[in-house]
């Protein structure tokens, strides 16, 4: 964080600090209530959001070892979320992921935990969510006599929030928009009997969204069966769920590719890993992507031209009659494959098209391409970005020196 973030920071923070000052009583202050919900706490959970159209209901569980468990469904949509140690799961309907901090930086880290859950809701342990919160939001004052803590996202997060957002829901970037929050309020009342609520608004001051938290003060607390992500859905690690937001892919580089199946156009699934032994080139491009159609002679030409000696792997995530239209019209002959599902385009961070990956015998891969520059000319363009393909291609092959480091 750059020193002006920290005095423009510490500002509302000194602010909040003597307005919880001024809000102690005899009872405590609201953050010394969130902190007494820690291990043992148990509570029934109520979610309504602008997403779904029924309520969702479950169940809240802090045990005694410091792992916490959310569980909420409705007709619609079952969500499941454990957190234990450093380490986050969650299931959304069919959708699994997985947060540690293996490959992460402690605020990528910090930063997927605090927005995993529905329409980016902090779904952290209760007890420590003020010191989760902190680093992502800046604290407002409240009208005087309002029970809260107010807290606004800082700009880069709220984008954050809405590439989630609409990752997590499928939605487009104008639907995330008005779903995105502008104010995260904390409610506490100091009254033991009366719940605990989070709610997010929206900048006509429109409530998106409220988790409330109705503790229970009788024994026994509520049971759930063990977290468990059923072995047919696709589980997405944290630095997939980074890299579908937007998160530098160089990462890549040396890793291997994921495991996951594709689809030929007669319907046959292909297991990835069929085509390890050998160097691949695989590419992810649509029919409707502008520059896909201008990349596409090149990877046919490369095709022609290596295919004895690397296997070509061009994935669309169009439907097959679409994608097989336009390959049978303009007599293409590369292998072209559709996805079976996201896994794969998820594990790879695919969010922009065309994005290509060089690919050594080992599976392992070695330079990867996101878009290219356009020249004054189609065919400048053209022989550039041939001369790039083919310096990786000849690398792979061991043919030449490795390719320079390239930003476009």
């Known amino acids: 964080m750059s020193t002006p973030r920290r005095i423009f920071f510490a500002i509302p923070v000194l602010a909040l600090g003597i307005w919880m000052g001024w809000r102690a009583s005899a009872d405590s202050t609201v953050a010394d209530r969130l902190r007494a919900l820690g291990p043992g706490a148990a509570a029934t959970l109520t979610f309504q959001s602008a997403v779904f159209s029924d309520v969702l209901v479950g169940v809240y569980l802090a045990d005694t070892s410091g792992a916490v468990r959310y569980r909420l469904a409705n007709q619609q949509v079952e969500i499941d979320l454990f957190q234990t140690g450093r380490k986050t799961q969650f299931r959304l309907g069919q959708n699994a992921f997985e947060v540690t901090p293996d490959e992460l930086t402690d605020s990528e880290f910090g930063r997927l935990r605090l927005f995993l859950g529905p329409l980016g809701f902090p779904l952290l342990p209760l007890d420590g969510i003020l010191n989760a919160i902190q680093g992502e939001y800046s604290p407002v004052a409240p009208r005087q006599g309002q029970p809260a803590l107010i807290f606004l996202p800082h700009p880069d997060f709220r984008k954050v929030l809405q590439s989630w957002i609409a990752f997590e829901g499928g939605m487009d970037a104008q639907s995330a928009r008005r779903l995105t929050p502008e104010t995260l309020v904390i409610r506490v009342p100091s009254e033991n009997e009366k719940p605990v609520e989070i709610e997010q608004w929206d900048a006509m001051g429109r409530k998106i969204g409220r988790l409330t938290f109705d503790f229970h003060r009788q024994t026994p607390a509520p049971s759930l069966p063990p977290f468990e992500v059923p072995p047919q859905y696709p589980v997405i690690d944290g630095r997939s769920m980074m890299m579908a937001m937007g998160t530098d892919p160089q990462w890549l580089v040396g890793k291997s590719v994921p495991q996951g199946k594709i689809k030929q156009l007669d319907g046959r699934e292909v297991a990835l890993s069929r085509f390890k032994g050998r160097p691949m080139l ?127």
């Open 282 to 408: 695989i590419n992810f491009w649509a029919t409707w992507c502008g520059p896909c159609r201008i990349e596409w002679p090149v990877l046919q030409e490369l095709y022609d031209r290596y295919r004895k000696n690397v296997d070509f792997i061009l994935i669309s995530p169009e439907d097959v009659p679409a994608v097989r239209r336009y390959i049978e019209s303009n007599g293409y002959t590369a292998p072209v494959y559709v996805l079976s599902d996201q896994s794969v385009a998820l594990a790879l961070g695919i969010n922009a098209f065309p994005s290509t990956f060089f690919v050594d015998p080992g599976g392992k891969i070695q330079k990867l391409y996101l878009g290219f520059p356009l020249y004054h000319s189609m065919d400048e363009t053209r022989t550039a970005l041939m001369d790039k393909y083919e310096t990786a291609l000849r690398y792979l092959l061991q043919e030449n020196s490795p390719p320079k480091k390239s930003g476009g």
